[in-house]
């Protein structure tokens, strides 16, 4: 049986922890800064004030700053929902 994990009021398969680290993603044509809020095994909450036009299911790639140590990994990821300044993506 798996476990869930509450976040936010919001019940995840994977454990969220907050990050709070300064990122970048990619669309298919441009490059954006960003904040990544909080992580998780399977997604991110991604925070921007310049905020494409990025909409649901649209793929992006993020590059995403070690915690520890330097150096950055790029994960290619699918946009799940998208508002308010901030969407959440799902790890592809």
């Given at each position: 049986m798996?476990?869930?994990?509450?976040f936010?009021g919001?019940?995840r398969?994977?454990e969220?922890?907050n990050y709070?680290?300064?990122?970048?993603?990619?669309?298919e044509?441009?490059?954006?800064?960003?904040?990544?809020?909080?992580?998780?095994?399977g997604?991110?909450l991604?925070?921007?004030?310049?905020?494409p036009k990025i909409k649901?299911g649209?793929?992006?790639?993020?590059?995403i700053?070690f915690?520890n140590?330097?150096?950055?990994?790029?994960r290619k990821?699918?946009v799940?929902?998208?508002?308010?300044?901030q969407?959440?993506i799902?790890f592809?």
């Amino acid at each position: 049986m798996e476990t869930a994990y509450d976040f936010d009021g919001y019940r995840r398969l994977n454990e969220r922890k907050n990050y709070r680290k300064e990122v970048s993603f990619s669309t298919e044509s441009m490059i954006f800064p960003a904040t990544l809020k909080n992580i998780s095994m399977g997604g991110a909450l991604v925070g921007t004030t310049s905020i494409p036009k990025i909409k649901t299911g649209a793929k992006i790639i993020i590059t995403i700053p070690f915690a520890n140590r330097p150096g950055c990994m790029k994960r290619k990821a699918l946009v799940m929902w998208a508002e308010n300044n901030q969407f959440g993506i799902q790890f592809i």
